[in-house]
Structure formats: structure tokens, C-alpha cells
């Protein structure tokens, strides 16, 4: 990540009739640049494990008032510093109420990196040959639960409303921002009212240029997930209609859609087989970075395999 490990920097500028100036001095130990004299406007700018540098335009309450030439004055200077400083790429996030300085900011080479409800982000490649900054996230991921009762072997399925054809799929929604795939057990309660618990992954599509994705790619994950209760009170503004039917009628039924009822039918396999020949199932792990997790999803290892190994 370009946000990692930052290092604090920043450079001082003063600003008069004849535009704006930016000042350096010695370089500190932190990073910083020490600015004899007295202070004018001030951008603070953060430094990357990557070479490059970002400046947050909401943490300078000094640019208020700053018109677009001043300011297209002022990250000039600035970009003229970055390059004798060696820095490789610029990140600039700019507030929505601050969107006049974009014009300025794409007349310097800038470009769109994303855009968030309030803010968008803005890149400028310093390195060498062409950008290798990273692009932003291109996928949108969608989840689904299959929640099926071994008991009665029936699974829970709905249609949704306002479609062409109403067919049987598994309740579902997209995950948001930090949500883990579990959030499948999250989606299946607002749509149905059904309680569950996560059991394993399934089954994951994925598929490009998707209209549903304004263009992007999607992925859409189908989890296996256990009932803890069974009383249905579903979401009318979303589904038609939500049931318990059985899993074989399911599997053999022509209205559901494809992946429905493929899944249908690996539910089937797992049940006569053991859900162990299925299921992909999740554990915790530490990732490289202090302090953060990451859920690893994979097909159960024999215990006589794991003692072999002297596995965990």
C-alpha cells in the first residue's frame, strides 16, 4: 500500500502579490524541511515507503480563500521540490469543496486516481519511464448465502422483485467496504429475516465489463451457510417471493438461474458425499503488517495428512 510506514514532511511557502514561493531549508530527522523565517502558507505532505508523497488539502486551513492561479503557483513550486527531492509519484486529495483546484492541479500533468462521496484523489508520476503507480480497486464483490437445513433437506431461496423473470436464486447483496465474505450471513437475514451462521465458501464467478458494476468486473461468492432459525419475514421492497424448497427440486427446476442451480447441485454431492468434498473453509491468519488478519479460504486438510506434516 502507498499509505504505509509514512514519514512526515513539509515545506513552507509565502505567498505575495507576486504569487506564491515556496521555501526550503535543512532537512530533519523526521523527515521534515526546517523553514527559517516567519511561516506563510503551509502544505503538510506525507512520505510513503514508495517514494512518493501525499498532501491532504483539508489538513490546510491556510489554502481558504486561495484562488486556482495562486494555488496552480504553489504545487508547481512544489512539484519542482518533489523532483529535486527524488520522489517518485504525488498523491493529491482534494475535498469537494475544494474542487476548483482540480483544473489547476490537471493542467500540471495531475490525473484521476478515484473519487470517494466527498473527495477525489489525484496522482502525478515524478519517476522515471512509465507510471507504475497501482490503479484503484476495479471489482466489486457480491455475496450470497445457501442456507441449507440437513434435516429437512430444504434450502432457503427467494425472487427478486422488479425482474424480468423470476427466478429462484439464493438471498444476497454486495459486501461493503471491510466487510469479510461471512457478510453473506448479514445479507440473508435483511432479505429474509432468517437467521444463520457461516460454514464454508462454495463457489466464486467472475465476470467483466458488468453492467451492474457501471462497467467494472465482479465477483460473486456463494457461501454455505447453516439456518438458526426458520421463520421467513422477507424484505418486500427487494423479494417477490422467499421459501424453503427442497434441494433436489431445486437442482432439477429450469426457474432458477445458472449458478443457483449448479450449487444446488454441489449442496447434493457434499450431502451424499460429506460437505468436507465441497466446502472451502476459512481461517485466520496474521498478515505481514502489524497488528492485521486475513481470512485464507481452502479445502480442509486430512487430520492424518496434518499429523504427518506436524501441521497446525
Known amino acids: ?61 491556510s489554502l481558504h480563500g486561495l484562488d486556482a492561479a495562486a494555488f496552480r503557483r504553489l504545487l508547481q513550486a512544489a512539484i519542482q521540490q518533489w523532483r529535486t527531492e527524488g520522489r517518485i509519484a504525488a498523491w493529491l486529495h482534494i475535498p469537494i469543496l475544494q474542487s476548483h483546484f482540480i483544473a489547476p492541479a490537471a493542467s500540471l500533468g495531475f490525473c484521476f486516481h478515484h473519487a470517494e462521496p466527498h473527495s477525489s484523489t489525484l496522482t502525478l508520476w515524478l519517476g522515471e519511464g512509465p507510471s507504475r503507480l497501482p490503479g484503484y480497486a476495479t471489482h466489486q464483490v ?54 444463520s451462521e457461516f460454514r464454508s465458501l462454495l463457489s466464486i464467478r467472475q465476470q467483466h465489463r458488468s453492467p451492474g458494476a457501471f462497467g467494472m468486473s465482479d465477483m460473486y461468492l456463494v457461501c454455505r451457510l447453516q439456518p438458526r432459525s426458520f421463520t421467513i419475514n422477507f424484505c418486500q421492497q427487494e423479494c417477490l417471493r422467499c421459501e424453503w424448497i427442497d434441494l433436489e427440486n431445486l437442482a432439477r427446476t429450469k426457474h432458477t438461474t445458472p449458478i443457483t442451480s449448479r450449487v444446488a ?33 481452502h479445502r480442509e486438510l486430512p487430520e492424518s495428512y496434518k499429523a504427518a506434516m506436524g501441521a497446525d
Open 142 to 195: 457480491g455475496v450470497a448465502g445457501a442456507v441449507f437445513d440437513v434435516s429437512t433437506r430444504k434450502v432457503l431461496v427467494v425472487q427478486d422483485r422488479n425482474k424480468l423473470k423470476n427466478m429462484w436464486k439464493f438471498p444476497g447483496g454486495l459486501s461493503e467496504p471491510g466487510e469479510d465474505i461471512d457478510t453473506a450471513v448479514r445479507e440473508v437475514f435483511e432479505e429474509t429475516g432468517v437467521k
Open 265 to 297: 447441485r454441489l449442496l447434493l454431492y457434499g450431502l451424499r458425499e460429506g460437505f468436507d468434498k465441497i466446502d472451502l473453509s476459512m481461517e485466520e491468519l496474521p498478515a505481514v503488517y502489524t497488528g492485521l488478519f486475513y481470512k485464507l479460504y
Open 1 to 61: 500500500m502507498w499509505w504505509v510506514r509514512r514519514t512526515r514532511y513539509c515545506f513552507s511557502t509565502l505567498l505575495d502579490a507576486g504569487g506564491a514561493r515556496l521555501r526550503t531549508g535543512r532537512r530533519t530527522a523526521s523527515g521534515g524541511l526546517e523553514t527559517p523565517g516567519s511561516c506563510g502558507a503551509e502544505l503538510q505532505g506525507e512520505l510513503d515507503r514508495f517514494g512518493g508523497v501525499s498532501v491532504h488539502l483539508s489538513r490546510h486551513h
